[in-house]
């Protein structure tokens, strides 16, 4: 044998044993020849490869073992698919260039052995293409072609990868979550293994999910989503194996058993202790009952549509049937369009991302952008609804207004007033849409200006008038042109009242009194604009104006031109002079900002009046200090308008009174437009704030209900703009602007009916009981002795002309002012006066049952107060109150009260009340009697005698069942209303008047209820059931009446919890689009604030609070602003704003205030009243407010320069 063992065998088979045995330490057993000839053929083949330049084909390994030529062969496939295409591409060329080399020298006859080695391997390749699985073989899982392959092996191969790399390849490490920092095998108190992360990956960690909430989006998903569908067990009963499942499944029992068991009420896995009814048990295992064969299909077909997502899948299969059926269905179209916002807010449509939860581990930022996305989502949507609702139906102005509310929040401003105008000039005629755009115009920030939008009104008047009169032949005037025209004149001159302008204000009212009531006949034919020129030389003229001292009007003035002119008597005006000897600046130790809020606040009040030359003195135009005090013919000729019928012209000149200050009865013309522009026009606290006397609560009805119509209580008048809380300086105008009333009224009176006299001389008289009223709430005794001589005489010179010698409403008024004043003697004789001359009348009359009532109340109040809280209601066969009452039923001779009522006398006043009660009703039923002004004062007689004489419960059963009947009644003549205008009929304003006057006199009906109930309560034990019962009855049907809410917020104040009142005056919000809900709201929960501050302020331990303290407040609070700032009625309402910014700045986060105050500006920039306030609650930023006042053409009329030109003087 040799002794090397690569030549084992050449030895010869035939050596003896012993020489085999002697050399066998020389032979090594383990080595195979074979493996060593494979060898060397293969380092050799390997040089020659690297000779040509070609890369091998085979890599390195041990062929110890048959299986390693397969793993040179996969590991090649596996590396080659790791080169790039570059790479590649290179060694096809080199391959077809070796292959061409081969076939060159095919002549050879050379044979490696390393060739015959690659035929054989590519011969079982071809024979054998699927590789075979052995045993201790590394496999990738995506190369496993059954669950059967072994999942893993025993790798004894080394990579030299690992040796070169110190680590292993990133593609064949697993991805693992490794939890805690321990390592199994090591000693924790004496080894530990460091996690080092790079840093990179340690900014791409997530955050950490946080635990979903009820009240997430998810989580709300999952309850409006049907339950999850339990598993059927397996067919035939064959359970699977546990590896082929994600689940153990547990055994359940069949159908029979689970119905058998829990109808027996026997225990089960999901009703362990057998309390669960069937219904409930399936309902936890996720199933439903089973339906009983006859009503299996009407079941199947009700549960498609009892769950949320159903519900609203088959509304929005009804809406696109319906406008697709009907694309003409222009309410269908405006239904589809409001259904968008419902079907958004259910996460329907946006999937998890739609709600506002609070899961999912995002941040605030994702949470907020997520919305916004989603809320341009739905917004885009429903422009695309709004577009197709359109190119369907291009006249329907309704659409056209919801198409361009919704691109309000999607287009740029000029694109947006561009289509703005394009709309207008389209539909010329309609004066909603004209009030639509006015309100886009005066609320839009970015363009908003003064003078553009007074020309913004001017251009509509105009193109209504031009409508009304004719002069537009392509567009006729829609039915109620007129009152629209005047509504939209009002809402003008309140715009510029709030924008600090009322000259402007009041030369737009005093044109059109002037061209309304003084017009000359030869001109009334003309169209509006002709007849506009003509009234143009007298405005600039310089004569009189209506107001003003010796103003004779425009058609005397024209009359005198054609017969050559008059000339202006030279009279001196005293009283003038007196108007600027008080000094502006009274302190000038206040800093520069109050001085100007002052100085601004008193101008304000003094010169609201236009100013005009004295030509006695020889005054001319260039002796004006203030430039803007003068109001030229182009300011407010475009706004002159023909008010032709005698119902609006009363409501032109009311308006302009209560303009003035002066309390005004709501008339049958103020139709809609006050409730349209209520929110506009809201500027004051006196809507919040409770005007009652304690000492008077049944009275105090009465003065609530004179101090402003009911429609338009809460505004401002002119002349009385201070920050928002500040008290009055005065109790009525100036000087010059109680001259400015009293002309006006006497000016205009004698052009009016008798009737609408009367109504003027009432509003008159109110207007001085209101400031007798404020002297006597100040205690200025001085200035309540001079205001009650100035009342009383013009009482007495009122009541001295002849045809007011009968009006008992002046008769009652006269009483009224001398009781308040404290002359109650000279006040019963009034009454007595009065009722002696018209208690003859009876029950029929509606002014002697208000004279009546009111002197039946005053007289319980004063029993009240005289004898003690148990004295009311107690004895009324001697009550004076009695003793009235029973006299109107009588209808007989009035003597004064002697101290006793006779039994016999109470019997027959009742028979005589229940009697006329029924036919006053009955005929407004009948449609017999139009007079609903008689209802409130006749009930309210018959109520307060119940009261007096049977008890709180009967006069309870007159109010409600009165109550009842009027609401019938004004239901079906609303319906009937809305018929008669559907058809374009003549009488539907008359239909609308006598509608409106019905619910005016339900609402009071149900103001005298509570307040009764109210006085009732607090001087007897009496439940408050009923009067919350009766007070949330009335405020559902009336909720913008002010009293209603004041007893309502009065009566649930007494209790600690306010949840009962919070869940009522949310039920009112979702019903009712107005803001005042809104108001009322806020100002019972800012009330119970400062109820618990101040208890928290008082610091006393022991002393017992008067409620629980509470916390949240501010956030509620918070949450109610923004709630009603987000509606269209509060966005624009300058009230709801400036109380936002008041209570922000009292939180003391200033910050956050302006925030509130500047996103104020982008809905109300045209509110002076917010510049002001902004200044007192942020005085370093004074500049900045004036500069934007500036800006947008506001009225500043003490320019801070001229301020400080004062304080050096």
């Not at 596996?78 to 790479?87: A, I, L, Q, T, V």
């Not at 002697?898 to 027959?908: D, F, H, R, T």
Request: with cysteine.
């Amino acid at each position: 044998m040799a002794l090397f063992p690569a030549f084992r065998g050449i030895s010869t088979k035939e050596e003896d044993s012993s020489v085999k045995a002697e050399t066998e330490w020389l032979s090594n057993q383990s080595f195979r020849s074979d493996d060593a000839l494979a060898l060397h053929h293969i380092v050799l083949e390997k040089a020659k490869e690297a000779e040509e330049g070609e890369p091998s084909d085979k890599s390195y390994g041990r062929i110890s073992e048959p299986e390693s030529e397969d793993e040179n062969i996969s590991g090649r496939h596996r590396k080659r698919k790791k080169k790039d295409k570059k790479k590649k591409k290179h060694k096809k060329h080199k391959r077809k260039a070796g292959e061409g080399s081969d076939s060159d020298d095919s002549h050879s006859d050379t044979v490696y052995p390393s060739d015959l080695l690659k035929k054989e391997k590519e011969a079982q390749r071809q024979e054998s293409p699927v590789e075979v699985v052995r045993q201790g073989r590394f496999r990738w899982l995506d190369d496993l072609e059954s669950a059967a392959d072994g999942f893993f092996c025993v790798d004894r191969k080394a990579d030299p990868a690992n040796w070169q790399y110190k680590s292993l390849y990133r593609g064949d490490v697993a991805r693992y979550k490794r939890k805690g920092s321990s390592s199994l095998g090591l000693d924790a108190r004496l080894q530990a293994v460091s996690w080092d992360e790079p840093a990179g990956q340690e900014k791409k960690r997530a955050a950490p999910r946080r635990t979903e909430r009820y009240y997430s989006s998810q989580a709300r998903q999952l309850l409006r989503s049907d339950a999850l569908p339990s598993r059927p067990p397996a067919p035939g009963g064959s359970a699977e194996e546990p590896g082929g499942t994600s689940f153990i499944p547990l055994p359940s029992l069949s159908a029979e058993q689970e119905a058998s068991a829990t109808a027996k009420g026997l225990c089960s896995w999901v009703n362990p202790l057998g309390v669960y009814d069937a219904g409930t048990a399936l309902w936890l295992e996720g199933k439903g009952q089973a339906p009983a064969p006859h009503q299996e299909k009407g079941g199947e077909e009700r549960k498609s549509v009892d769950t949320p997502e159903a519900r609203l899948t088959a509304r929005v299969e009804e809406l696109n049937r319906r406008v697709r059926e009907n694309p003409t269905d222009t309410e269908g179209w405006l239904e589809f369009i409001r259904f968008q916002d419902e079907f958004a807010a259910s996460g329907a449509g946006l999937g998890s991302g739609g709600g506002g939860g609070g899961g999912g581990g995002a941040s605030e930022a994702d949470a907020a952008e997520r919305r916004r996305v989603s809320t341009r989502a739905v917004l885009e949507k429903k422009l695309a609804v709004c577009e197709r609702a359109v190119q369907s139906n291009p006249g329907c102005v309704a659409l056209h207004l919801a198409r361009l509310s919704v691109c309000r929040e999607l287009w740029e401003p000029a694109a947006l007033l561009k289509e703005w105008k394009k709309l207008v000039f389209l539909h010329p005629n309609s004066a909603s849409l004209w009030r639509r755009y006015l309100r886009f115009c005066q609320g839009h920030f970015g363009s908003f200006a003064v003078t553009k939008a007074s020309a913004a009104y001017g251009k509509c008047l105009t193109t209504l008038a031009a409508c009304d009169d004719g002069s537009m032949l392509s567009h006729p005037a829609l039915p109620g042109a007129e009152e629209d025209m005047l509504d939209i004149f009002l809402q003008q001159c309140h715009f510029l009242r709030q924008a600090g302008h009322s000259e402007k204000a009041v030369c737009l009212f005093q044109g059109l009194l002037d061209f309304t009531f003084f017009k000359p006949d030869s001109v009334k034919e003309l169209p509006t604009r002709q007849q506009v020129e003509f009234f143009e030389p007298f405005w600039d003229s310089g004569e009189p104006r209506v107001g003003e001292k010796g103003a004779r009007g425009w058609k005397a003035w024209m009359l005198q031109q054609e017969r050559g002119g008059w000339l202006v008597p030279s009279e001196a005006d005293e009283d003038d002079d007196d108007e600027g000897d008080d000094e502006e600046v009274k302190d000038k130790t206040l800093p520069k900002w109050r001085i100007w809020l002052d100085v601004e606040t008193t101008r304000e009040a003094n010169h609201w009046l236009p100013w005009r030359p004295d030509k006695s003195t020889g005054q001319s135009e260039e002796d004006c200090e203030d430039p803007d005090r003068q109001v030229l013919f182009d300011d407010i000729g475009p706004s002159m308008i023909r008010v032709t019928r005698p119902n609006l012209q009363l409501h032109l000149l009311a308006s302009f009174l209560h303009f003035l200050g002066l309390p005004v009865l709501a008339t049958s013309s103020s139709s809609s437009s006050s409730y349209q522009l209520r929110s506009l026009l809201l500027d004051d606290l006196s809507l919040l704030q409770d005007q009652r006397d304690p000492e008077g609560p049944l009275t105090s009805i009465h003065l609530q209900s004179s101090s402003s119509s009911s429609s338009l209580s809460g505004v401002s008048p002119v002349g009385h703009m201070t920050v928002l809380g500040t008290a009055r300086r005065q109790a009525g105008l100036c000087k010059p602007g109680e001259e400015f009333v009293q002309n006006v009224l006497q000016q205009v009176a004698p052009l009016l009916p008798a009737e609408d006299r009367a109504v003027l001389h009432l509003s008159w008289l109110q207007y001085e009981k209101l400031k007798v009223l404020r002297c006597v709430r100040s205690g200025n005794k001085k200035r309540l002795r001079g205001q009650g001589k100035r009342s009383k005489r013009l009482a007495k010179r009122l009541l001295k002309e002849p045809e007011n010698r009968g009006r008992l409403g002046l008769w009652r008024e006269y009483a009224h002012l001398e009781w308040l004043l404290g002359n109650l003697e000279e006040a019963r004789k009034v009454f007595d006066t009065a009722l002696g001359m018209g208690v003859a009348r009876g029950l029929k009359d509606t002014a002697l049952c208000h004279l009546c009532l009111l002197y039946a109340q005053l007289e319980v109040e004063e029993t009240w107060r005289a004898e003690g809280q148990s004295a009311a209601g107690t004895a009324p066969a001697s009550s004076a109150a009695v003793h009235i009452l029973t006299k109107l039923a009588e209808e007989a001779t009035y003597t004064p009260f002697s101290g006793q009522v006779a039994p016999v006398a109470i019997l027959k006043a009742r028979k005589s009340y229940e009697q006329a009660v029924e036919v006053c009703l009955a005929g407004l039923e009948a449609g017999r009697s139009k007079k609903a002004q008689h209802v409130a004062g006749l009930v309210g007689c018959y109520a307060l005698f119940q009261y007096l004489t049977v008890g709180m419960d009967a006069a309870n059963m007159v109010y409600r069942q009165a109550r009842e009947r009027l609401g019938q009644h004004a239901s079906t003549t609303q319906q009937n209303t809305s018929v008669d205008s559907s058809s374009a009929n003549a009488n539907s304003s008359s239909g609308k008047g006598n509608s409106i006057s019905v619910t005016g006199e339900c609402e009071a009906l149900a103001v005298q209820q509570a307040a009764l109930l109210r006085h009732h309560t607090s001087t007897s034990v009496f439940p408050l059931a009923h009067l919350r019962e009766a007070l949330t009855s009335a405020l559902t049907h009336f909720s913008t009446s002010a009293p209603l809410w004041h007893l309502y917020v009065q009566a649930e104040a007494r209790y600690h919890s306010a949840g009962r009142a919070r869940r009522f005056i949310h039920s009112v919000i979702k019903s009712d689009q107005s803001v005042v809900p809104y108001l009322f709201a806020v100002w019972a929960e800012q009330g119970r604030k400062e109820l618990l501050d101040s208890v928290q302020r008082s610091g006393g331990i022991g002393d017992t609070l008067p409620t629980i303290p509470e916390n949240g407040l501010s956030n509620r609070i918070r949450s109610l602003f923004e709630a009603a700032t987000a509606t269209e009625e509060g966005a624009q309402c300058p009230l709801l704003w400036r109380m936002y910014l008041k209570f922000m700045a009292s939180e003391g986060n200033k910050e956050r205030a302006k925030g509130i105050f500047y996103k104020a500006l982008q809905n109300i920039p045209w509110a002076k009243g917010l510049y002001m306030d902004a200044v007192l609650l942020f005085p370093d930023a004074v500049t900045e407010f004036l500069d934007l006042m500036t800006e947008k053409e506001l009225r500043l009329r003490a320019p801070m320069e001229e301020v400080e030109i004062l304080l050096e003087d």
